[in-house]
């Protein structure tokens, strides 16, 4: 994943409320969601290079998703995959459990990283990076966040404040509602009037325009762009809803695919508010 927008103990009808979107190079190839793990069971999309996933929920309604951290343009391809670190963590299948999984990983052996997990009752964000062994966590407060591809919240990247915006007007209102106002926060395509120096600064001239693209939340460009998204409410124990489009999110609709979670209905429908 590469933006999720949050929203936590604020909805009137569901605890947790998460939407998201992956950026991806499109040769990369990935399969949208599916069940991955029997027990427990564990239902997420794959990243058919590496075998892992980006993001992924349990039939207890615990979430794990991962967004990569800014960074160089010349990082090397790591000893070990990110989306190894979500398909454990889901399997760890608590808050607990992910945080005894992330204690014992040296963080320098992947590419850094953003890790967002929990469930209806508590919710944390853990941050991986090459200068340091310990993988640092702490706990997502109550209400409307965003994590992109750096530190929750983050004043730096203009798209923080724009997903913060719309995921404002999403907040309150009756699920249906919220879906429709999530579905167009995902699908935005507004960019800022200026791309902040610091991204600039990173890489070549001729490849400036290409990152100001990268700042919206819906990214198109030839190479790499949105490849997908998801929409997940949790409550106490279950998975509510879970909407996933195999597709940028502008271009195709969104599936329930819910029933995974929940044999023996387990076949995607289209999901209609």
């Known amino acids: 994943m590469c933006t999720i927008a949050i929203l936590r103990h604020i909805h009137p009808e569901w605890p947790l409320v998460l939407a998201a979107n992956r950026d991806e190079f499109y040769a990369r190839p990935a399969a949208g969601p599916q069940v991955l793990s029997l027990s427990p069971r564990v239902v997420g999309g794959r990243d058919l290079e590496r075998q892992g996933t980006w993001m992924g929920v349990t039939d207890g309604g615990f979430f794990v998703g991962l967004t990569n951290q800014r960074g160089s343009a010349n ?109 167009a926060l995902l699908a935005d395509h507004v960019l800022p009037e200026r791309t902040p120096e610091f991204l600039l600064e990173e890489f070549p001239p001729e490849l400036h325009e290409r990152i100001r693209q990268y700042q919206a939340l819906c990214i198109h460009t030839p190479e790499y762009g949105t490849r997908s998204s998801a929409i997940v409410a949790l409550a106490p124990g279950r998975v509510a809803h879970y909407l996933a489009a195999d597709v940028a999110p502008c271009q195709g609709p969104f599936q329930d695919v819910t029933p995974l979670l929940y044999p023996p209905s387990g076949f995607p429908a289209p999901f209609r508010p």
């Open 75 to 183: 990082l090397t391809r790591a000893p070990r995959s990110r989306g190894e670190v979500v398909m454990r963590a889901l399997q760890a299948n608590d808050v607990e459990g992910v945080d005894r999984y992330l204690a014992g990983l040296d963080a320098r052996e992947y590419n850094p990283f953003n890790l967002l997990y929990g469930d209806a009752g508590v919710l944390r964000v853990a941050y991986a990076r090459p200068d340091s062994e310990r993988i640092h966590q702490e706990d997502v407060p109550p209400g409307v966040h965003v994590l992109p591809n750096d530190v929750l919240d983050t004043p730096a990247l203009p798209k923080v404040a724009r997903a913060r915006k719309l995921a404002e007007k999403a907040a309150r209102k009756p699920w249906p509602e919220t879906v429709q106002e999530l579905q």
